[in-house]
């Protein structure tokens, strides 16, 4: 089955670091890619997704490329601020195969320090 | 675009009892899922709806159960509660077509259930 296994947390860094959080996959089929972000108290939010290999996602300074060779779908912001203090989830599907689900990574902690 | 919106946000109730949560999903997404999201298990699928059909199931006991509305939303019922029930269940939206595909989930703020 399909399986999702990223860094775990947490990861404490300082304002302006440089963030990478590891995320690696299992899946038969060609699945598309998600990276979720939750705040406290909050539900989860679309970060950025790639739909096919070689693919990069990028929003809000966050980049990630999807790589078949390597089954990787690594998260990075080059200079990361205290609002970005979350868990990161990586999650992947198969977005045709009929009754889809996601199946997510375990979460990494992110918390930034000014 | 108004986002997914789930009713109630926070829910107490004490073991043997049944709850039910509901999910409005964005317009004109006919897809409907919901997730378990505990400290120890992390995110887990439970089930997803389309077109008042379950189309997917996790592996979950029958105590929880779902259904779909004609106008797309849902409701997820967990009946004789256990501790372990306690959990923020998060609702998900996207468009989707009969023929298999389905785009990307859009999440709601979830529902925190504790259960006493």
């Known amino acids: 089955g399909n399986s999702v296994t990223q860094m775990e947390g947490p990861v404490t860094l300082s304002e302006e670091a440089f963030l990478t959080i590891n995320c690696t996959y299992t899946?038969?089929?060609?699945?598309?890619l998600f990276w979720y972000v939750q705040y406290p108290g909050e539900g989860l939010q679309l970060l950025l997704k790639?739909?096919?290999?070689?693919d990069k996602g990028s929003n809000k300074g966050f980049e990630a490329t999807y790589r078949k060779e390597t089954t990787s779908f690594h998260l990075e912001k080059g200079s990361v601020q205290v609002s970005d203090s979350a868990v990161y989830f990586c999650?992947?599907?198969?977005?045709?195969?009929?009754?889809?689900?996601?199946?997510f990574g375990g979460g990494t902690r992110v918390l930034v320090k000014p | 675009k108004a986002g997914v919106t789930q009713t109630p946000r926070y829910l107490i109730k004490t073991r043997g009892q049944q709850v039910t949560l509901s999910c409005s999903p964005i317009s004109g997404h006919r897809s409907v899922s919901w997730y378990q999201q505990t400290p120890g298990q992390g995110l887990q699928f439970l089930f997803e709806y389309f077109s008042e059909t379950q189309r997917n199931k996790g592996n979950f006991p029958g105590r929880f159960s779902g259904r779909q509305f004609s106008n797309s939303r849902s409701e997820m019922n967990v009946s004789t509660l256990e501790l372990g029930d306690s959990a923020l269940y998060l609702c998900a939206s996207s468009f989707s077509s009969a023929s298999g595909y389905t785009d990307t989930q859009y999440f709601g703020p979830g529902t925190r259930l504790t259960v006493l």
């Open positions: 999650a992947l599907s198969d977005s045709w195969a009929a009754g889809n689900k996601l199946t």
């Open positions: 899946a038969t089929g060609y699945p598309s």
């Open positions: 790639a739909t096919k290999a070689d």
